[in-house]
């Protein structure tokens, strides 16, 4: 027993045979979990910076959608008018009429004046 621990060990052959095979593959196995990680991580970069893209934007239609209200809004047009010196009137509902887009008029032909474009006296 003692005879065979005192003996230097060598590999063999086919333990040679399949270190030189393992070695490459387990490196290359290496090398392309780092990459696909590493790839991993550029995405989730990209993913955040179109979230913040994404979230700025909707802030910016938020601000947008708030100042077209404050711009539609009757009462302000209506002061914003009154100071303005403006000779336009409040016309009643029954005064508007539907004029259709696809009329038979012809192209050439200039539209009458309606009588909402009139002004009070």
Sequence with gaps: MNKHRNKDRRFSIVEMVLLGFAAPALMG???????????????????????LRISDHEGAINNLQVKIEQKLNIYQIRDDLARAGSQL????????????????????ETPRTPDLAQVRP
Excluded at 91 to 104: H, N
């Design 89 to 108: 009137v409040i016309a009643p509902a029954s005064a508007v009429k539907k004029i259709l887009p696809f009329s038979s008029r012809g192209i050439n």
């Design 29 to 51: 196995g290496g090398f392309i979990h780092a990459w696909l990680k590493n790839s991993q991580v550029e995405v989730v970069k990209d993913i955040r910076k179109t979230e």
